[in-house]
């Protein structure tokens, strides 16, 4: 039965049912290649967010009421800790020239490079530790306001402690102080465009009693999955503890939502292919209905030769996955090994290329889908035999 079959799909002595086969064969395997090839690209633009928000990020970061310091210490005092800080967020307005900028100030005190990374993405500029009335300040806010020489131009920040004072006090009730730019960093657009990395000590005047965060460096990351279990529950309920993806998860539920738009697309165009393959089996049907016939006439069965048909679709389906998925699976590594495909504009950023990760659940997607397929065109094909007359095909002969 496999000679007929690789017969029918490759040697088939008729050119159109040839042909046909083989433009069905060169979609199906089309369609797997693109299937695995734009969802390796979603994946990789996952990881490298990830990795990217890793130089940054804390692995635990605790928001809320009732951030006190006895809790931080509590914290920090954990075996699985490594370095527990607190951080107060602000409202502030740079103001360099004419220009000006509002960001988001971040109060630090000397713990915080041990927790977070982000010292290491600096364009220009000293590394911590930050020198009195000195400022790290994202690469796209330094953009934004065109910060050149501070000799000749002053830098201020007003800062604003609480949106009850400004309505009170007016423009009066802003804090104000010069201030000088000690770093420059690049991590993400959203932290490079608002982020302001200040010292506690210089505005102790705007900060409450309790913290408005808590960021925590564990001394594995293989602990943030056990630290969150163990923990989700002992603290307090208006305290919310976050992991890696939960401080991003807005931005991980656009991707993800995303990537299920790019999978119905790439299903849309799959169901496309398989109308011609539809096509293709019909045609295949009624021009070899005589050879139908002659194996039932010769003594075959009806089901063998069902089976014979069914055999055929088979191979032409998983054939064409298994080649798409090979094509695609080389096409990634080949990507993620040279870097073939680069991003526009991206000199000086830090992808300049498109990123790709292969993901074992996409193939057994595909492999899901295409299960689903040949039952499909298996009822096809069984629906098709039996409105066909083979015994009217061999009259005259």
Known sequence: MWLLVWRYLWRSPRPVTRWLLRLSFAGLTLSAWAWLVVASVFNGFSAFLEEVFQRADPHIRLVGQGLTDSLRQALEALPEVEAA????????????????????????????PQVSRIG????????????????????????????????EEALWMYVIPSGRRIAFAGMEGLLKQRVEVQGIFSV?????ESWVI??????????????????????????????????????????ELQDPRRQHEGLYRVLAQEKI???????FLLLLTLTGVISTLSVFLLLGRRDWALYQALGSSQRWVH??????SSMLLLGATVVGLLLGTATVLLQDTFHLVKLRGGEGFL???????????????????LIGVQGILALYVRYQLHQIDLRSSLQGD
């Open 85 to 112: 800080t607190g951080i107060y967020e602000r409202i502030a307005i740079l103001r360099y020239g004419g220009r000006q900028a509002i960001v988001r100030l971040r109060l630090v005190d000397e713990r915080f």
């Open 120 to 151: 290491t993405q600096l364009l220009w500029g000293e590394n911590f530790p930050l020198r009195p009335k000195h400022l790290l300040i994202g690469a796209g806010i330094a953009a934004q306001l065109a910060i050149a020489d501070l000799e």
């Open 188 to 192: 993400q657009k959203e932290y490079d």
């Open 198 to 239: 200040a010292r506690q000590a210089d505005w102790a005047s705007v900060q409450g009693t309790t913290y408005d965060a808590i960021e925590l460096r564990l001394k594995r990351s293989e602990q943030i999955v056990p630290f969150m279990k163990r923990f989700q529950k002992a603290f307090h309920p208006t305290i």
């Open 261 to 267: 738009l790019a999978r119905i697309g790439l299903f």
């Open 307 to 312: 089976r014979l048909l069914i055999s055929v």
């Open 351 to 369: 992808l300049k290329h498109f990123p790709v990760q292969l993901a074992i659940e996409d193939y057994l997607w595909l492999v899901g889908l």
